[in-house]
């Protein structure tokens, strides 16, 4: 088994498997600061995880989304697992599209405690969000082992992570 694999792997064990995580989805506020320079925007999230993207289950009007259409580059991290990746954002469309009917079973199973108290699928609003894994760094016990990944070319990055 490669590194890479290894820590796939390790991400599947740690996030996937029908978890619920909480992660925290950083986006870019869409007007500038004083200066004109970008913002970041950090909010957290439940997510679900599967073959290097989270899912999200949000409303296609919040903010999030209205900053993700604008610039689809996010960045997410977890704790305590230790886990910052950077990726792409993509609205997948409403819960109830024929298109997600497989993925919103997985998620009504995963998000089952408070899925129906949080989104209401008739709206054509309530949508899917995909988080799409370009780099990410996989921290295991404080240090003890790093995983710089590559999802895009499916490697180790030799040179580092993203922090």
């Given at each position: 088994?490669?590194?890479?694999?290894?820590?796939?792997?390790?991400?599947?064990?740690?996030?996937?498997?029908?978890?619920?995580?909480?992660?925290?989805?950083?986006?870019?506020?869409?007007?500038?600061?004083?200066?004109?320079?970008?913002?970041?925007?950090?909010?957290?999230?439940?997510?679900?995880?599967?073959?290097?993207?989270?899912?999200?289950?949000?409303?296609g009007?919040?903010?999030?989304?209205?900053?993700?259409?604008?610039?689809?580059?996010?960045?997410?991290?977890?704790?305590?697992?230790?886990?910052?990746?950077?990726?792409?954002?993509?609205n997948?469309?409403?819960?109830?599209?024929?298109?997600?009917?497989?993925?919103?079973?997985?998620?009504?199973?995963?998000?089952?405690?408070?899925?129906?108290?949080?989104?209401?699928?008739?709206?054509?609003?309530?949508?899917?969000?995909?988080?799409?894994?370009?780099?990410?760094?996989?921290?295991?016990?404080?240090?003890?082992?790093?995983?710089?990944?590559?999802?895009?070319n499916?490697?180790?990055?030799?040179?580092?992570?993203?922090?």
């Open positions: 088994m490669s590194e890479y694999e290894e820590g796939l792997k390790l991400l599947e064990e740690k996030f996937g498997n029908d978890k619920d995580n909480t992660i925290s989805l950083a986006t870019i506020a869409r007007e500038p600061n004083t200066d004109g320079k970008p913002r970041p925007v950090v909010r957290t999230v439940d997510a679900y995880y599967e073959d290097g993207v989270f899912y999200v289950t949000t409303h009007k919040s903010n999030k989304m209205q900053q993700i259409a604008q610039n689809t580059e996010v960045s997410v991290a977890t704790c305590p697992e230790m886990f910052t990746a950077i990726g792409i954002g993509e997948l469309g409403w819960v109830l599209d024929p298109k997600n009917a497989e993925l919103r079973t997985k998620l009504r199973r995963v998000f089952a405690e408070w899925y129906d108290l949080a989104n209401n699928e008739k709206d054509e609003n309530c949508c899917i969000l995909a988080i799409r894994l370009k780099k990410g760094t996989l921290n295991i016990n404080h240090w003890e082992k790093l995983y710089h990944m590559d999802f895009v499916k490697t180790i990055m030799e040179n580092g992570g993203i922090f």
